[in-house]
């Protein structure tokens, strides 16, 4: 099996629209500089959705809080548990997407199997063979009819498909193919050959999310197609068919991809979307926040932190702090209420008032 990879789509006004609504959630997501824990709480809640809806899609039954458990707790406790191996397996997987990412490695054939022995990882905590593709044909069955579903390409013909999609993936005249297409080829094209026994669909989004992450689409980290695949999951499946026969040999070795990149492209304008309207939004709250504190000089910075940390000051604790007189205290915190910066918090009490922060500050 030595013929270039040569997949065949069409460009249409749908397609065109949809890249371009990625193309600015991109631009502006990578624009908005959110605070570092922020960001940091959007990339883990990203993170682990796509672990959960990724091995949801293939069968696994934890909930999105038991995913978040298996992945926090110690290994020693899931050793022996199918369905939380496979969480922990796949979250492995993204880390060594962003390992990999970060050294912008090339998408090789050593590469997608070094990806799915991490994604496909035994009991026992022995990895299986790496450079190992099935060595017999799989059949896919639906799980309710036992009817034939998929009949993918023979053993032997394996090696030299994946070696041809590798080289399609790489090839430098591919240059002005968007990334979110090739992204969406590969991902098809992979699941479609069905390289391994096991772990193809998880390793077919993976290698998706690389080729996006590595193109700079990753939109920092802040979304999962997994998750709204997952919303439909009959039309993911039925249009991952796209309606061919059964049989790789009879039709599926070379379709017109339009129907799969449309919707592929869909979805990830969807959420694109969706995590340029999130974004932009904490980022105007974030921005205006910031501007609050702007305007406080040196003496209300320290009044905010001692507030956050006592929950509420008094006189005393300014004159003790700034070694000033009861009255100048008295008269600051007078000026900081008349700018909206402090409130009363017991107004009915004459003597040992105290003030806390006003909303828009403790916020």
């Not at 090839?171 to 069905?194: C, D, F, G, Q, W």
């Not at 700079?216 to 709204?228: I, M």
């Not at 003496?299 to 004159?319: M, S, Y």
Request: glycine share 4%; hydrophobic share 35%; net charge positive.
């Amino acid at each position: 099996m030595t013929d270039i990879y040569c997949p065949k789509w069409e460009y249409n006004n749908v397609i065109v629209d949809y890249l371009m609504k990625i193309y600015a959630a991109v631009k502006t997501v990578n624009l908005l500089n959110l605070p570092i824990d922020i960001e940091e709480k959007l990339k883990k809640e990203s993170i682990l959705k796509t672990v959960h809806y990724s091995t949801k899609i293939e069968g696994n039954e934890l909930n999105l809080d038991q995913v978040h458990e298996a992945i926090e707790q110690p290994r020693g406790k899931w050793r022996d548990r199918k369905d939380v191996r496979e969480v922990r397996n796949y979250y492995d997987a993204l880390l060594f997407l962003e390992k990999k990412a970060l050294k912008n490695a090339l998408v090789t054939q050593d590469f997608i199997k070094e990806l799915h022995t991490v994604i496909d990882s035994n009991p026992s905590g022995k990895k299986i063979k790496k450079n190992q593709y099935r060595d017999g044909q799989n059949v896919i069955r639906d799980s309710r009819t036992g009817a034939i579903s998929y009949l993918p390409p023979e053993a032997g013909d394996v090696p030299g498909l994946m070696k041809n999609l590798v080289e399609w993936i790489e090839n430098k005249e591919n240059r002005n193919i968007p990334i979110p297409i090739i992204a969406a080829v590969a991902s098809y094209r992979l699941v479609t050959i069905h390289p391994f026994w096991d772990g193809n669909g998880r390793t077919a989004r993976a290698l998706a999310t690389y080729i996006l992450k590595r193109g700079n689409y990753d939109l920092k980290g802040f979304y999962s197609l997994e998750e709204f695949y997952d919303k439909d999951i009959q039309k993911y499946y039925g249009t991952l068919q796209m309606g061919l026969h059964h049989n790789y040999y009879f039709g599926r070795n070379a379709p017109d991809l339009t129907p799969w990149i449309t919707y592929f492209l869909e979805v990830m304008a969807g959420i694109f979307e969706r995590v340029n309207q999130k974004v932009s939004a904490l980022y105007q709250e974030s921005s205006s926040q910031q501007d609050f504190f702007d305007v406080l000089d040196k003496r209300e910075r320290w009044v905010v932190n001692f507030i956050l940390q006592k929950r509420a000051i008094r006189t005393a604790d300014i004159t003790g702090h700034f070694e000033i007189d009861k009255k100048t205290a008295m008269n600051w915190l007078k000026t900081w209420e008349e700018k909206g910066f402090l409130k009363r918090k017991n107004i009915s009490q004459k003597r040992y008032i105290e003030f806390i922060l006003d909303e828009k500050y403790s916020q």
